[in-house]
């Protein structure tokens, strides 16, 4: 069980970059899906997150800016980052997270987004 970021790199302010989040071992269709990232020395922050209904959520900083997406058939969640800004450099985490915590919480083990000004 677990999930695999990929997609990140560096790219110019302005540019754009689209990350996946790919579970394997679980469907992740179930499960809320959310994309964090971290810098050092501050907290792990949630940036978007998709559920099963509802609205996504976006933290206000990337709204108009950044889309988070599911493909149930491929088990993967997209985050489209457009209009990069220094400001979105971390390492960014995929997070899987059942309704009511009725099963395991799932991390994968980050990927770097480096936005250059």
């Known amino acids: 069980v677990q999930l695999v970021e990929s997609g990140g790199g560096l790219v110019q302010s302005g540019g754009s970059l689209r990350l996946s989040c790919t579970a394997s071992?679980?469907?992740?269709?179930?499960?809320?899906i959310a994309w964090f990232r971290q810098v050092p020395g501050e907290i792990r922050t949630s940036v978007a997150v998709?559920?099963?209904?509802?609205?996504?959520y976006y933290l206000d900083s990337v709204k108009g800016r950044f889309l988070i997406s599911r493909d149930n058939a491929k088990n993967t969640v997209y985050l489209q980052m457009n209009n990069l800004k220094p400001e979105d450099t971390a390492v960014y985490y995929c997070?899987?997270?059942?309704?009511?915590?009725?099963?395991?919480?799932?991390w994968g083990e980050g990927i770097q987004v480096t936005v250059s000004s």
């Open positions: 071992g679980f469907s992740s269709d179930f499960y809320s």
């Open positions: 998709i559920r099963r209904g509802g609205r996504p």
């Open positions: 997070n899987a997270d059942s309704p009511g915590g009725v099963l395991p919480s799932y």
